[in-house]
């Protein structure tokens, strides 16, 4: 809403003032005294809104200056000015609500957001941003609700199907989140980000095929998208593709050496496909980098005892056992090391404890192998 | 105004938003040992073998069964259990015949209503009559489950058959009629649900024992009701209820007192005390020490290895075997298992279906009373993930010396049709091919049209149906006509079948083990008609020999501890061999013609 809109609406304001005094009965000295003295406070406070059209425009623009350059801080700054100038400045309200999420005041960037969606309700930028604001709150419900809302308002908006899409996905609402990104891919078929998702979306939505075409997309728009090769392998792996799987973790490898996590789920592919040898090579280095990985230490003791070493099996079992106490899988293996190891007592013990674990733990045969949608 | 690119990047989200995402759930989805993202239903990928091919001959066969197996729903468990089927010959007349067992719905079961199972006569060229009416198998009931096996040592085969309270045991009389004498033999399994059963001489003693499977305790007049129940659910659809939250119905084991009755003797030797829910199980010696073992596949609870003592008498060591769980200490939904010496290493080892969203395992022989699922390293369990498998076998499809793995799949759930799950109620069977390595291949979509169609599959057993030196397969199919697929892989390659009599040992010979020289290759097979999924095959073994015209030796070992050792022997036909006797006859039937050319199967 440009500036002149304003004043006009304080005019406005005034006039019916004048109005609701001319019906009032009074004597024509008093009424012209009266209207002398009104005339008089119009000038002053036709003066003072002069100044503030002045003083406003360029605090906007430093507003929207420092949210360019990132610095929202000082975005903020100069909004919360423009807004003490003009409290009904939608360039103000917005520039703050803004400036607020980006630098984590969002207890006064609900408050400004709430008011501003009732105020402008057919601006679809404040629900996105209120909708941002919610979730940052981890309040995901009413995030909902504002992107949707902000989505019915203006459905090109690449942004908005996005970032609902995210929070979906943090919701753990697949197919929802699959739908939202499928929209923002047709407003940008080379959005790499978006192309990732939607793999992801359909990745826990069981289209593993169509997830990996998704992720495929995503590496040829931009080869070097972060996780772009950990997300394809992972689709591979879902697919029982493991060697497939295998050569885009060594990809994403390449790119990240140390890192535990690709580490880690090269290893267990690789355990997965018989590649034992390899698998306990990028297991242990998993191992060392993060030594608190339960998941990485079974595996390396798994795949030590699969190629026949089952007395170097049980330091790391142990070690699976000692961090994830709860978990029944380490003393499955345990038990077995122990047994071919001729510790019949020990491996006994161990796979009375696997026993008892197991009766503890959530059921994951049959129909409960299915995740619930 | 805008926003950079986005409100928020969303790997900036993690940043900004400190724990709305974290970056193990969400940036980097993982597998770990107790968690696995699904796959859908894919068609196969693979490059197959050209030349392996089957073709659905069930029409041109005169094969007109129908199965019938509750309403399409499947509002109640036992609705989704249906599909035993038996290869025997039961008119020894040297030609494999079909028996196809029969269920029902709730509605005809209460109104007495009967749906036949049948008994098909092979007619040597390519058709089968029915027989069913003149044989005396008259039983009405809803079926599920069959095992042959000669218990009276008479020579002629007998079929026990399950059902939902109870079973049957019909005595083959030797005229192509059978008789009930169940109660007589007191296997009536009374009041309990029986999958599979299957008959194995655990003592020794020159008698067919038998196991029975029972799976849930079901009362027909409280039936728990569809959806409603936290075991009624299936990713969150309602779906019928069970097995778990269903009391388990306890297994059977019935010892062959050789007088033509039987003695329960479950509590005695404390089999299945946990009363887990029983559906694929097959008699084997895995240890090769001459007694047989039982491994029973149990759903959603732990498979057991009854190890047996030689002296009549088992431990429970599934767990300490490898055998009871995944390779991670899971609890799989086991359906079907066969067993076979895949790696030719002279060991038995062991194929397991499973549920989707799981692999199907292959437990490898480690000679150490153990056994290591490879069903990864093999590439046998990952492509399995989206499909449930019932029925599995063991069998050459190209003669090569090397066993090859049939699955039959099909859902129990008509309801994931109706979701985007990534499995679906019907499904393609799954063939795999052994690569020779310790991998296989899956080759399903390239062997003929009827291997790439869905079906839901249920049984499956294997058999030469047609005398031509090649294993063919049969496969029932819930609320449908089965699948006679006859084997039409071109070049065939030279084989050899044996057809074992046991004079000491039981007369069919189950248990016998047999070691085959030809071509450079050893060979192991033991004799066994009852495994897979309620079903029974082909009890003849059959070796593929490849490119060997001729057969080095042959040695059996027979479970009475005779062995019999044989010679040269030509290639591509049959030998009969008694024990203690060696080859008594080498009969070599003109094989049955193609009988695809008069009546070509709609399903081509």
Not at chain 1, 122 to 135: M, N, Q, R, S
Not at chain 1, 279 to 300: C, F, G, R, V
Not at chain 2, 29 to 49: C, G, I, L, N, V
Not at chain 2, 313 to 320: C, I, M, N, P, S
Request: one cysteine or more; glycine letters at 10%; charged letters at 20%.
């Amino acid at each position: 809403m440009s500036m002149g809109k304003m004043l006009g609406r304080g005019r406005l304001r005034f006039a019916g003032s004048r109005a609701c005094s001319l019906r009032s009965g009074l004597s024509l000295g008093e009424s012209f005294l009266r209207l002398a003295t009104v005339l008089a406070l119009l000038l002053v406070l036709r003066a003072v809104a002069m100044s503030q059209d002045q003083r406003l425009p360029p605090l906007i623009r430093e507003g929207q200056n420092a949210i360019d350059v990132g610095d929202f801080t000082r975005a903020a700054h100069a909004f919360e000015q423009a807004r003490q100038l003009a409290p009904d400045s939608k360039e103000a309200n917005r520039g703050l609500l803004l400036s607020y999420l980006q630098v984590g005041r969002l207890g006064e960037a609900e408050a400004i957001g709430q008011a501003a969606v009732a105020q402008w309700p057919k601006d679809a930028d404040l629900p996105h941003w209120l909708g941002l604001v919610y979730f940052k709150r981890h309040r995901n419900y009413l995030a909902v609700s504002q992107l949707q809302r902000a989505e019915s308002l203006d459905p090109s908006q690449y942004d908005v199907h996005f970032d609902l899409a995210l929070v979906l996905l943090s919701d753990d609402q697949y197919s929802d989140a699959a739908n939202d990104l499928e929209k923002a891919i047709k407003i940008d078929p080379k959005a790499a980000l978006a192309h990732v998702l939607l793999g992801r979306a359909y990745q826990n939505t069981n289209r593993s095929l169509q997830a990996v075409e998704q992720f495929q997309t995503a590496l040829r728009l931009d080869p070097n998208l972060p996780l772009g090769h950990y997300h394809l392998a992972f689709a591979y792996a879902s697919l029982g593709r493991n060697d497939e799987a295998i050569a885009e973790y060594e990809k994403e490898l390449l790119r990240s050496t140390n890192n535990p996590t690709v580490l880690y789920q090269l290893g267990h592919c690789q355990v997965e496909a018989g590649e034992w040898k390899s698998a306990i090579a990028h297991l242990k280095k998993a191992t060392e980098i993060d030594p608190q990985n339960s998941d990485a230490s079974y595996d390396l003791g798994k795949a030590l005892l699969l190629q026949g070493d089952a007395e170097t099996a049980v330091p790391p079992l142990r070690r699976a056992i000692e961090l994830k106490p709860s978990n029944p899988s380490p003393h499955y293996q345990l038990a077995r090391a122990l047994d071919k190891l001729g510790n019949k007592e020990e491996a006994q013990r161990e796979f009375e404890t696997f026993s008892a674990l197991k009766k503890a733990q959530p059921v994951t045969g049959g129909m409960a192998a299915g995740p619930v949608q | 105004m805008m926003l950079p690119r986005s409100g928020l990047n969303w790997m900036l989200v993690c940043v900004l938003v400190g724990g709305a995402l974290s970056l193990p759930d969400f940036a980097f989805p993982q597998h770990t040992s107790s968690t696995r993202e699904h796959a859908p239903f894919t068609a196969s990928r693979s490059q197959t073998k050209a030349g392996i091919s089957f073709a659905d001959v069930t029409r041109a066969a005169g094969i007109d069964f129908h199965l019938t197996c509750g309403g399409p729903e499947k509002l109640y468990i036992m609705e989704s259990m249906c599909g035993g089927i038996a290869v025997f010959d039961y008119d020894n007349d040297g030609w494999m015949d079909i028996f196809l067992v029969n269920g029902s719905t709730l509605e005809d079961m209460k109104a007495g209503k009967c749906h036949p199972s049948k008994l098909y006569h092979n007619n040597h060229d390519g058709t089968f009559t029915d027989v069913t009416a003149k044989s005396g198998i008259n039983h009405c009931g809803w079926g599920f489950g069959v095992a042959v096996g000669d218990y009276d040592n008479d020579g002629n085969e007998d079929l026990y058959i399950t059902y939902l309270d109870g079973a049957v045991l019909y005595r083959n009389n030797g005229d192509g009629t059978f008789t009930d004498v169940t109660a007589k033999a007191g296997v009536g399994n009374l009041g309990r649900w029986g999958t599979s059963a299957a008959f194995g001489d655990y003592d020794n003693d020159g008698y067919l024992d038998l196991y029975v499977a029972n799976y849930v305790d079901l009362d027909l007049n409280h039936l728990p009701e569809f959806g409603q129940g936290p075991f009624c659910q299936y990713r969150g659809i309602a779906v019928s209820c069970g097995p778990r939250g269903l009391k388990g119905a306890r297994d059977r084991l019935y010892h062959n007192n050789g007088d033509g009755t039987f003695t329960d003797v479950t509590e005695k030797l404390n089999i299945d005390p946990g009363s887990y829910y029983g559906l694929g199980l097959m008699w084997l010696d895995y240890d090769l020490d001459g007694c047989l073992d039982l491994y029973v596949a149990d759903d959603s609870t732990p498979s057991m290895l009854y190890h047996g003592d030689c002296k009549g008498g088992f431990t429970e060591v599934g767990a300490q075997a490898g055998v009871a769980y995944s390779g991670d200490g899971r609890e799989q939904a086991g359906m079907g298992i066969d067993s076979a010496d895949y790696d030719n290493d002279g060991w038995p080892d062991i194929a397991k279906a499973n549920f989707s969203d799981d692999t199907n395992n292959l437990y490898h022989n480690d000679h150490t009373g153990e056994f290591t699922d490879l069903a990864g390293p093999s590439n046998f369990g990952p492509v399995s993930i989206p499909f449930l498998g019932y029925g599995v076998k063991f069998l050459d499809l190209d003669n090569d010396g090397w066993q090859d793995i049939l699955v039959a799949d099909g859902h129990v759930n008509p309801q994931v049709d109706q979701h985007s799950f990534g499995v679906a109620y019907a499904e393609r069977p799954l063939l795999f091919h052994n690569l020779k390595n310790g991998k296989f291949e899956e080759i399903g979509t390239r062997s003929g049209a009827a291997m790439s169609r869905r079906y839901v599959g249920r049984g499956a057993a294997t058999a030469d149906f047609f005398n031509d030196g090649q294993q063919d397969l049969l496969v029932s199919v819930l609320d449908g006509p089965p699948l006679l697929l006859r084997n039409t892989t071109r070049p065939k390659g030279h084989w050899l079948r044996i057809k074992t009599v046991g004079v000491r040992s039981n007369h069919d010979g189950f248990g016998a083990r047999v070691q085959l020289k030809a071509g450079g290759l050893t060979q192991s097979a033991e004799v066994r008609a009852n495994a897979s999924f309620e079903s029974a095959s082909d009890p003849r073994l059959h070796f593929g020999l490849g490119s060997a015209s001729q057969v080095e030796s042959i040695v059996v070992h027979w479970p009475s501890g005779i062995v019999d050792r044989i010679g040269l022997q030509a290639a591509d036909r049959q030998l009969i061999i008694e024990e203690g006797k060696g080859i008594v006859s080498a009969p070599q039937p003109k094989p049955a013609p193609p009988a695809t050319g008069k009546m070509p199967s709609l399903r081509n």
